[in-house]
Every structure is written in C-alpha cells, then in structure tokens.
C-alpha cells in the first residue's frame, strides 16, 4: 500500500504543483517563465481533452479562443482604460461566448469535416486579428499593460505566477470533479455513439454546447492569464502551430484523462525548453519524440501509467472502439458511384 | 469583362494547384480515412529533390522528375512502416499527431540540407517562361501544365479506382478493414501502398509545381491547407470531387482579391468553407445519408 | 614601522588585486580567455532564414576574429537560442540568455514582433543589445540605453521608397504590402509620410507571405493607372506580383526594399530575362553577395558551413558583428557592459565592409541611415543612386 500510494497518480500531481508552487523561490526568472507558460498549458490542455477527450469533438480552434481570450482582456485594458482584474473574466467569458457558437457547426459534422470547419474558424480569427486593425491594432501587436499586484504587495513577476497557479489547480480539480459526474459521463455517452445517448436522454444540442463552453472558457481563462505574462500581444502567437502543440499535449498525455492532460502539458513545455540544447535540428528532434510516443504509446502517457504504476487509478475514457479497425456500421443509405463494390476473390 | 476572363483563368490555374495537392489527399484518405498532415511535406520533398537532381546535380529534366516522385514514393513507405503502422490501429487523433510528428522531422531535415542555400529556391520552368496568349489574356504555360496534369492525374486516379483491383482493395480496405482482412486482403500492404502513392502524386505536384510556387522548407503548408479544404469541400472521398472543389476555391479567391479587395482573398475560402460545411456537411460529391452508430 | 608600511602595502595590494578579480567576475559572460554573446532569432519555422542563417554570419565573423587571437586575448562565443518568431518564444529565449547562460551582451533579434516584445526584458536586466535584422522602430524608438541597431529601419526604409517616387516624377503612387508584422511595420510609417506629404496612393493592395499568384493585384494596380509601385514584400511575393503584372503587360516602377534587395535570385525566381528593368530596391549589401568582393567570406562561410551559399542574410550578420567586434575592441580590456555602451560613442562614421553608407551610433541608436538603391543592368547589380529625406 505505501508503495501504491508514493507512485500513484495523486503522487505525481502532488508533487508536479508543489514544485510549482516553490518554484519563486528557487528559480531564476527564465525558469519561473517556463513555469508559468507549463501552467497555462495545463489549463488549454485540460479544456482541450474535455472537448476532444471525453466528447470526441475533433476541433481545431482552441488556440484561436485563446486568442480571443488574450486579445479580450488586453484590449479591454488598452482601449477602456480597465485594470486587468476587471479585464480577464470579460476576456475569458467571451472566449468562452465565441467558442459555445462553434457548437452549432458541430450539430451537424462530426471527424475530419468538423476539423476543417473549426480549423477555418480559426484561420478566419487570424485574418480578424491582422485586419481589424482599429480595434486589434493588426499584425503588427501591441504593448499590454502590466497587472497590478499593489493590493496584495507582491512582485509583478510572482504575482501573476501565483494567479496562475492558483487558478490552475482550481480548474484541474474542478475538472477532476465534473469528469466524473453526470456531466462527465455524459460527455463520454456522446462521444462513443451520438445515437445511443440519445436514446439514454441525453440532448445533444445542450451537451454539445457544454463541451464547447467548458473547453472555451479554460482556454479563455489561459488567453487572459497569457496577456497578463507576456505584456505583449500579437496574432502569430494564436496560429496553426499553437493548435498542433496543444493538440499533441492532449494526444501524448492521453485522450480522456484528466491526468494525462497535465502531464502531457508539463512534458510538452519542458521537453520543447530542453529541445533548445538541439538549436537548429530541434524540429527533427520534436518530430521524432512525436512519432516516438504514438507508436510506443499511441493512447498517452497515462496508459503506461497505469499499466505499470499500482496506485494509478484513475477512471479512463478511453475510446474503446478504435477506429481504423472497427469502423461503424453504415445502417442506412446509399452510397455514389464510385464507392467500393468488393470484388471476392 | 478583361478582369473577369483574366480573373476565371487565374482562378483555373491556380484551382489546378490546390486540386493536385486535394488529389493525394483523397487517395490517402479514401483507403485509411486518415487524413495525412505531412502531405504539404512530401510535396516539398519532391520539390526539393528534383531540385537537387536537375538545378545541382545537372541532370535532364525527365529523370529528375522520376527521380524525385521515385524518391517521395520511397519517403512514403518509410514514414508508413515506421510512423504509421502501429499507430493507425488507434483513434484519428493519434494518428494525426503521428502525421504532425512527420512533418515536423522532413521539415527539419529540408531545412538543414537545403535551408543554407539562400531564401526561395528557383526552379526553371518545364516550358518556356514567357506568356501565352489565348484570345485577349496570356497565361503562363507552366500553369498550363499543372492544370493539364491535374486532370490527368485525375482521371488516372478514377479509372483505378474503378477498374483495377488494387483500386477497389483500397476502398474495401477504407469501408470495413475487418471484412477485407476476412476476404483475404493484406490490409498493411494495402495502407503501405497508398500512404507511398499519396507520396508519389505530392512529388510530382511538387516537381510541376516548383516554378510556379518556388522551393523552401515551408512551401507545403500553405498548399496542403487550401488543398484540404478543396478536398473537403468536394467530399474528400471524391476523385473529380477534389479537383472540382480546387477549382471553385480558386475562383473564389479571384474573384473576392479581384472585385472586393485583394486583403480578403486568403480568408474568402474559408468562410466559404465553414458556411459550406454547416450547411452541406458531407461536401459536393460526398457521400450522403449516411448515419453512424 | 617599516614592517607595518610593508604589510600595509601588500595588504593594499592584494585587496587591490581581489577587487580587480571580484570586478572581472562581476561582468556577466566574461572570462580572461573569452566572452560570451547571446543572440536569439528564428532557427527554425518559416521565417528561420532571418535569424539562422543571420546568426551563422556572425559567427563566420566571430571566427575570423577568434583565428586572429581574439579582441584582447579573449575570444568570442555565439550562443544561440530559438525564438520561433513568436513573442512567448522571444521572451523565453531572452531570459535563458540572461539569467541562465549569463551571456555578457546580445547581437540579435530576426523577427520585429518578437524582439519588440523581448524589449521590456532586455531593457530591465540592461544586457547590451545590437539589433542584427529586426526593423521595426520600436525597438530603438524611444531609445533605450542599452539597445543599438546596425540595421536600417522601416521608416527610414519607407521615406525612402516614397521619395524615390518622387524624384523619378511619378504622379499616381500605388502600395502592396504584406500585412504581417513585417510589413505592417513598413506600411504605417509610410502612410504617415504619404500624409505628411498630402499625397494619397491610388491603390493600396495586399499579398501574402504564401501567395502564389498575383493577377488579381496587378489587375487592381493596373486600373488604378499607378506609376510607381511601393512593394513591401518578400522575395515569393514580390516575384509572383511582377511576374503576373508582366503577364498583364503593366509596367510601373517597381521600388523595393532591402528584404528584395538580392536582384538577380529575384529575377531567377521571376524566371522571366529582364523582367527587372523597371526595378529598383533599397540595399544594406551594396553588391550581390557572388561579387569577387565578398570572396573571402564566401570561403569563410563555406569553411564552416559547408552546405551554405553566401546569401545577403549572411552579409547582414557579418556586418552586425563586425560593428559589434569594433565596439568590443573600443571597449577596452577591462570590459564592463557600462564600457561597452559607452564605447558605441566611439562609432563615429565607421567605414564598414558591408555597409553601403557610414555607421554612426554617437549620439544616435539607429546607428546605420543610409539607404542606398541598387538595380539590374546585365545581369550585374549596379548601384542606382541614393535619395537625400525631405
């Protein structure tokens, strides 16, 4: 038992957040950086895994919420003169606004066709990011200013490090709770047959819409936390290759695990840092880890955990029917002409 | 109406780009339902090779060019055996993430080969550089070329297809891998086989391409974005789907740069793309009416 | 008595010699033997060819100066790091460089955005600065005290491009600008002269990085009935717009910058004989980098990086580095960041190597104002005049 409990899963998150929580303390202001970008994207993964995840919604616009996320709260702050405090739930609650409406797409398309709706979506925020140039002030972005922490007499640097690390172990165990509620399970139903939780009573169109919002709102959440750290916003940070990093977070972790978001955030952030060792080859070296971990660990991290660690006990959501091998039936309709009549031979 | 023609024709010729690179998309995807996000890659791969056998290396243009889609035939069997394979036994995502880890390493490796060599490379066009003319518009012959050759491609695509049997062992392979493994079919081969001739189509759409796009690391992405779009937008399981779908997205761009203004052409297509979607969700030449449970 | 005097003296001299030791301990990145200098700038993604192959310029230059013993017995160490071209990228790198590989000063900065967001940070821990590519005013304007650039910026750049126009008589002016941070940061300031002016563009067009045809621009630029065309772009875009509007059989004035300052790579690309003729651009490398002039850093390039062609993004880093090495060199043996910043004081109409124009960074952060223009004739490029700002 005491074995159990030291390589367990609450192990390793006890001591993931209580080394970022003492990390002020000992870390040079390049490592508290890094860990406070480690923070964030445990919040962007864990949203991400609860639309992905648990509702099998393959989208691909969590980093332009975030975007939208970071510019809301920057620009409040820019053009209405609010303090950052005020700034951050708006920015947050209209990220997590836009991204609800992404549910509507989503009613109707499913896989790689709802994939490319979202991944426009995206694309067309960029392009909004660029042109509106009165209000977003273009490509060209835009000094932020920095958070306050007067009333609570703490450096600027520290200050929004704590914000986030505090901000980020609520939503994890917030989370942590949801997943394994009615809510969670829900999420689940849907994703492994849309027709068969309906049939369990469970509406679609409101389910949907919470997965959207929930994974919009943590993304939103991380986009105001994110303005905050950097004092500085522009598009390129929200673009395609924001979306891929958060995407293989969730993937390497592991799909439908809320464990595995965290460790496949943390591991991503600290990997891509020590990549830097590499300069100019640290894409091949990426690359080749990403391709490591699918075909050594293609369902995350977190399998391997359990498999080998004995007090990992999570309850996972897999998917359990794994696609390429078991496709689903086709129950009605016709097929166009150039679809396969199986010759036998 | 000289801006319209002009515009149509641009449109065509351009559409003719994003209906080639669709093409491999579809092939890939019609026999794995994965689509290959390393596929703007493999285009650059053939790109690059040619460049080395024909711009470096001298030697005449038609081994280049066979070389080169020799070459990202070889690369594709490579990235299946050891990038795939295991993988495409597990969900979408991981498989994507597979693709994506892919990318990132023939990126890298065009980066520190190619990468010192200046910033665009040149590549000399097939034919010769200056305009023709037809009625009252010149258009450039290369272009003429590529759009030729997605036609072509295209309906070497459909005929096989629809009349040879490695074609229909594809699209056995796609529909139920369970059943075709049952009918006897080697389905690892099968996916080897299409992950290497998506490879091939990139790199020849690369090679012809090359004068037009130019040669860097990078001149994939953008390509494979608009040529998933096309594919989505024609069905992604349609052969004439993906060109048709090239097409109309090329057009569209035109006409939105030439007749609004010339900020809006890169973000037309894809509101175009997200309206079309919503409310025609399985593309132009889709398959329609199904429902999965 | 004797006794004590000579103790005392010895005890002088020994806290003498610790005060010595502790101040050349002090310095960031500075050892008897070598100094260490940071620099940071996309080694990889899209745009890596501003910073990678920039970098590797300085370090041929580095080179050079390390076989010749070094500036006062100590050599020079290039430590890089990758910013991807994104500000989070940028503000990490910075702080790596800084506050975890100690470097004693900075010769950097690829892409405007992500140097203008590193600023702030660089500007805090008072590490020198010298701005090696990135062109946006921001980053010395206002100055800082500790940030030079050898680069020409975009306002002085986009004055420039108009007043070109100007004396060549054209009536009807036209831009095209990408409209990333790039040339976004190109484009404002050129809007600001064109109003301070009173003058107004006929057309004002757009082209992306990626763009793969220009005929609907050059139909746009046609109907307009522009004279003279501003282009703010890269070498693809650029190439494709003048390929298309040849196509189109429109030919204004073509007047570029220094990202298109390469002329024959750009009619190679173009593909087209004598598609530049109308084509003039604004240059920091007044020859083309096959010119018998920059035969030694051709060879020195290829010593260390064998695969590599000398490219003007080379000669951009050589020349940083060589103003750099100066500055160094003027700063004296016992080196000190205050020593260095102030020796730029000393760059007083420097003759570079590279440089077209003289470099002055007394009294002045932007130390490099001359833009000078180059063109095409035969194939050779010439130099084709300079503007003086009104």
Redesign the interface.
């Known amino acids: 038992m005491p074995v159990q409990a030291l390589v367990g899963h609450r192990s390793f998150l006890t001591l993931l957040f209580g080394t970022l929580l003492v990390l002020p303390a000992v870390a040079?202001?390049?490592?508290l950086?890094?860990g406070n970008?480690m923070l964030l994207y445990i919040i962007l993964a864990l949203g991400l895994n609860i639309l992905?995840g648990f509702s099998g919604q393959?989208a691909f616009a969590n980093a332009a919420i975030y975007g939208i996320g970071a510019y809301g709260t920057a620009l409040l702050q820019v053009h209405l003169g609010w303090s950052f405090w005020a700034a951050a739930p708006v920015g947050a609650v209209l990220a997590m606004v836009i991204g609800t409406l992404l549910a509507?797409?989503a009613l109707?398309?499913s896989?790689?066709?709802l994939?490319?709706?979202t991944?426009?979506?995206a694309?067309?925020t960029q392009?909004v990011l660029?042109?509106w140039q009165s209000v977003t002030f273009?490509?060209?972005?835009f000094?932020t200013p920095s958070p306050s922490f007067s009333w609570f007499a703490i450096k600027q640097d520290y200050g929004i490090y704590f914000v986030s690390w505090v901000t980020t172990v609520t939503l994890f165990l917030f989370t942590w709770r949801i997943m394994r509620s009615r809510i969670g399970r829900a999420f689940v139903a849907m994703r492994d047959?849309?027709?068969?939780a309906q049939s369990l009573g469970i509406d679609l169109l409101a389910y949907k819409a919470m997965a959207f919002a929930l994974s919009s709102f943590y993304a939103g959440v991380a986009g105001a936390l994110?303005s905050g750290l950097?004092?500085?916003?522009?598009p390129?940070?929200f673009d395609?290759?924001q979306m891929?990093i958060q995407?293989?977070m969730?993937?390497?972790g592991g799909?439908g695990s809320v464990v595995g978001s965290v460790l496949g955030a943390a591991l991503l952030v600290y990997i891509m840092?020590f990549l830097?060792e590499f300069?100019?080859?640290?894409?091949?070296?990426?690359?080749?880890?990403?391709?490591?971990?699918?075909?050594f660990q293609?369902?995350g991290l977190v399998v391997f955990m359990k498999r080998w660690l004995p007090g990992w006990e999570e309850p996972m959501h897999l998917?359990e029917r794994?696609?390429?091998?078991?496709?689903?039936?086709?129950?009605?309709?016709?097929?166009?002409g150039?679809?396969?009549?199986?010759?036998?031979? | 109406m000289l801006m319209f023609s002009y515009l149509m024709a641009t449109g065509i010729t351009t559409g003719a780009f994003y209906g080639l690179v669709a093409l491999g998309i579809v092939i890939v995807?019609k026999a794995?339902?994965?689509?290959n996000l390393a596929h703007g890659e493999l285009f650059m791969v053939g790109g690059m090779l040619a460049y080395t056998c024909y711009v470096i290396e001298g030697l005449p243009y038609v081994p280049s060019l066979l070389l080169a889609v020799a070459g990202a035939f070889v690369v594709g069997i490579i990235t299946e055996r050891?990038?795939y394979r295991?993988?495409?036994?597990?969900?979408?995502?991981?498989?994507?993430?597979?693709t994506?880890?892919?990318?990132?390493?023939?990126?890298?490796?065009a980066?520190?080969v190619w990468g010192g060599k200046g910033d665009y490379l040149s590549f000399p066009p097939l034919v010769s550089p200056e305009p023709l003319q037809f009625g009252n518009i010149m258009i450039m012959a290369q272009q003429l070329v590529v759009l030729v050759a997605a036609l072509v491609v295209m309906a070497g695509l459909?005929l096989f297809?629809?009349r040879t049997?490695a074609g229909?062992w594809m699209?056995?392979t796609?529909?139920?891998?369970?059943?075709?493994l049952l009918?006897?079919l080697r389905i690892d081969r099968i996916y080897m086989y299409t992950f290497a001739v998506g490879a091939a189509v990139a790199g020849a759409a690369g090679v012809l391409m090359a004068p037009l796009t130019l040669l860097y690391p990078d001149v994939g992405f953008v390509l494979f974005?608009k040529g998933?779009?096309a594919a989505?937008l024609g069905g992604?399981?349609?052969?004439p789907g993906a060109v048709v779908g090239g097409l109309l997205l090329g057009v569209i761009e035109q006409l939105a740069a030439g007749y609004v203004h010339s900020?809006v052409q890169?973000?037309v297509p894809?509101?175009v793309?997200?309206f079309a979607?919503?409310f025609l969700?399985?593309?132009l030449?889709?398959?329609?009416?199904?429902?999965?449970? | 008595m004797k006794q004590l005097a000579s103790t005392m003296g010895v005890a002088l001299a020994f806290a003498c010699m610790a005060t010595a030791g502790a101040q050349a301990a002090d310095v960031p990145g500075v050892t008897d033997t070598e100094i260490k200098v940071g620099t940071f700038g996309p080694?990889?993604?899209p745009v890596y060819i501003y910073g990678?192959l920039t970098m590797n310029g300085v370090e041929v230059y580095f080179n050079k100066l390390n076989e010749k013993g070094g500036i006062h017995g100590r050599k020079l160490v290039l430590v890089?790091?990758?910013d991807?071209?994104?500000?989070?990228g940028a503000?990490?790198?910075v702080?790596?460089l800084?506050?975890?590989d100690k470097v004693f000063a900075i010769i950097g900065g690829g892409c405007?955005?992500s140097t203008?967001?590193a600023r702030?940070e660089i500007e805090k821990a008072g590490v020198p600065f010298h701005v090696f590519a990135a062109v946006?005013d921001g980053i010395v304007d206002p100055p800082a005290a500790n940030i030079y650039t050898t680069q020409l910026t975009a306002t002085i750049e986009s004055h420039a491009q108009i007043q070109w126009a100007l004396d060549r008589g054209a009536k009807k002016l036209a831009i095209v600008s990408q409209?990333?941070?790039w040339?976004?940061?190109r484009y404002?300031p050129m809007l600001q002269d064109l109003k301070r002016r009173g003058l107004q563009v006929v057309a004002d067009e757009e082209v992306t990085v990626d763009q793969n045809d220009g005929t609907a621009q050059a139909l746009r630029l046609k109907s307009s009935g522009a004279d003279a065309v501003m282009l703010l772009g890269y070498p693809k875009a650029a190439a494709v717009l003048i390929r298309d509007s040849i196509k189109i059989g429109y030919k204004p004035i073509w007047i570029g910058q220094t990202a298109i300052q390469d002329l024959p790579a750009l009619q190679g690309l173009i593909g087209i004989d004598g598609s530049l003729a109308n084509f003039v651009s604004i240059t920091t490398i007044p020859g083309h980098p096959d010119n018998p002039q920059y035969a030694e850093w051709r060879k020195l390039l290829k010593n260390t990086f064998p695969n590599d062609e000398l490219s003007v993004f080379n000669l951009m880093g050589i020349a940083a580095a060589e103003v750099f090495g100066k500055v160094v060199d003027a700063a004296g043996k016992e080196l000190t960041r205050e020593k260095f910043l102030a020796a730029y004081n000393t760059i007083d109409n420097f003759k570079s190597s590279i440089y077209p124009g003289p470099i002055t960074c007394k009294g002045q952060h932007k130390c490099n104002q001359s833009p000078a223009f180059v063109k095409l004739d035969n194939n050779n490029v010439v130099f084709a005049g300079t503007v003086v700002l009104k």
Not at chain 1, 193 to 196: D, F, H, K, N, T
């Open positions: 040079n202001q390049y490592t950086f890094v970008l992905v393959l509507i797409p109707r398309l896989g790689i066709f994939a490319l709706a991944l426009a979506f694309q067309a392009w660029w042109h273009g490509a060209g972005g000094r047959g849309e027709i068969a994110y950097l004092g500085y916003m522009s390129e940070g395609l290759f891929i995407k293989a969730i993937v390497v799909l840092e830097r300069k100019s080859t640290q894409e091949i070296v990426f690359g080749v880890l990403l391709v490591g971990f699918m075909v293609p369902n998917p794994p696609q390429a091998i078991s496709k689903p039936d086709v129950v009605e309709g016709t097929t166009s150039d679809h396969p009549v199986v010759e036998r031979t | 995807y794995t339902e994965v689509v050891v990038a295991s993988v495409l036994k597990h969900g979408l995502a991981s498989v994507l993430v597979a994506i880890g892919v990318s990132f390493i023939l990126k890298g490796i980066r520190y459909a297809f629809k049997r229909k699209q056995a796609a529909s139920n891998p369970k059943a075709a009918c006897g974005i998933l779009a989505v992604i399981t349609s052969v900020s890169d973000v894809f509101l793309i997200m979607l919503t969700p399985t593309g030449f889709g398959v329609r009416g199904l429902r999965k449970i | 080694l990889t993604g990678k890089r790091e990758d991807l071209c994104k500000p989070e503000i990490a790198a702080k790596k800084i506050y975890e405007s955005n203008l967001a702030p946006a409209h990333d941070a040339g976004r940061s404002e």
